[in-house]
T-cell receptor, first 115, second 112 residues
Framework: DAKTTQPTSMDCAEGRAANLPCNHS???????VYWYRQIHSQGPQYIIH???NNETNEMASLIITEDRKSSTLILPHATLRDTAVYYC????????????????FGTGTRLQVTL | DAGVIQSPRHEVTEMGQEVTLRCKPI?????LFWYRQTMMRGLELLIY????????DSGMPEDRFSAKMPNASFSTLKIQPSEPRDSAVYFC??????????FGQGTRLTVV
């Protein structure tokens, strides 16, 4: 699986947009970009994923560059409850067993939302 | 749906004792994952099952660790004998096909 690189930590003021970058320069054509977050003392929670096009759901937006070598997760109006570690993961999209099923977590970005 | 259910939530045991962690995935999820999380090593994948069959156990640290999935609604992770370095939070997660994974709340294991 392609390796991802994220900043160790970021701060964001409550109510402002939080933009979390991720580099995945070795991503291959069949690999999706997934984002999960982990709030303190809880299990990781799925946020969003995408292949080529930008994606948006009720939680966040995902912007993937045209060359797919990097992406940005956007929380449009961050709240204190968004304080968490955010993980960017690259995973193949094959619909069978084997390594495609693995979700390998890196160190993520610790986002601190402040008043 | 109650989500992925793990038990116990907390476990404190003495070194050398056997520890069994339990996981009940969401109904219909055909892949199940066991992860371990520590401050030093982050989230590590230990083993995962697909349709109750172990697919990759390369993350299992030693023979002291074993995992089973006797049916689609139950899995166990056993450590025998336990050691202090096994202290961690253990997460179970499930997924249907290639959709997103749902994690349980974890079991915090302390081996003294």
């Amino acid at each position: 699986d392609a390796k991802t690189t994220q900043p160790t930590s970021m701060d964001c003021a409550e109510g402002r947009a939080a933009n979390l970058p991720c580099n995945h320069s070795t991503i291959s054509g069949n690999e999706y970009v997934y984002w999960y977050r982990q709030i303190h003392s809880q299990g990781p929670q799925y946020i969003i994923h995408g292949l080529k096009n930008n994606e948006t759901n009720e939680m966040a937006s995902l912007i993937i560059t045209e060359d797919r070598k990097s992406s940005t997760l956007i929380l449009p109006h961050a709240t204190l409850r968004d304080t968490a570690v955010y993980y960017c993961i690259v995973r193949p999209a094959r619909r069978n067993t084997g390594t495609a099923s693995k979700l390998t977590f890196g160190t993520g970005t610790r986002l601190q939302v402040t008043l | 749906d109650a989500g992925v259910i793990q038990s116990p939530r907390h476990e404190v045991t003495e070194m050398g004792q056997e520890v069994t962690l339990r996981c009940k995935p969401i109904s219909g999820h055909n892949s199940l994952f066991w992860y371990r999380q520590t401050m030093m090593r982050g989230l590590e994948l230990l083993i995962y099952f697909n349709n109750n069959v172990p697919i990759d156990d390369s993350g299992m640290p030693e023979d002291r660790f074993s995992a089973k999935m006797p049916n689609a609604s139950f899995s166990t992770l056993k450590i025998q004998p336990s050691e202090p370095r096994d202290s961690a939070v253990y997460f179970c997660a499930g997924r249907r096909d290639t959709t997103e994974a749902f994690f349980g709340q974890g079991t915090r294991l302390t081996v003294v």
